[in-house]
């Protein structure tokens, strides 16, 4: 299983991007996804959480982000999206997508979880 994340870059400040994770897996297994998010690691800083959404489509969002980003997926294509609008110097990290939930057991019955994690995508915002 793979989380394929792409869309990051260099914008000026004010400007969008959207950064899109894909996930990657074997067409046998079946996941139940309990939620998406990103999260962002700036250098010499933590990882954080920027954004995430629910099974159910509830989002929830960083107070820096609020009104600016907009979380969304596509749980059939496997997909999670954030589309960042007036992007500020300050939103310059490694943006990272990881999705959590369960899965079916290939082995025995029953579920297991998941969390998976993408490689990172880097978006840098010039002032």
């Known amino acids: 299983v793979q989380l394929q994340a792409s869309g990051g870059g260099l914008v000026q400040s004010g400007g969008s991007l959207r950064l899109s994770c894909a996930m990657s897996?074997?067409?046998?297994?079946?996941?139940?996804?309990?939620?998406m998010a990103w999260y962002r690691q700036a250098p010499g800083k933590q990882r954080e959480l920027v954004a995430s959404?629910?099974?159910?489509?509830?989002?929830n969002y960083a107070d820096p982000v609020k009104g600016r980003f907009t979380i969304s997926n596509d749980n059939a294509k496997k997909i999670v999206f954030l589309q960042m609008d007036s992007l500020k110097p300050e939103d310059t990290a490694v943006y990272y997508c990881?999705?959590?939930?369960?899965?079916?057991?290939?082995?025995?019955?029953?579920?297991?979880?998941?969390?998976?994690w993408g490689q990172g995508t880097l978006v840098t915002v010039s002032s």
């Open positions: 990881n999705v959590v939930g369960d899965t079916i057991k290939e082995v025995g019955p029953g579920l297991q979880p998941f969390d998976y």
């Open positions: 897996a074997p067409s046998r297994m079946i996941f139940f996804f309990n939620q």
């Open positions: 959404i629910t099974k159910s489509g509830s989002t």
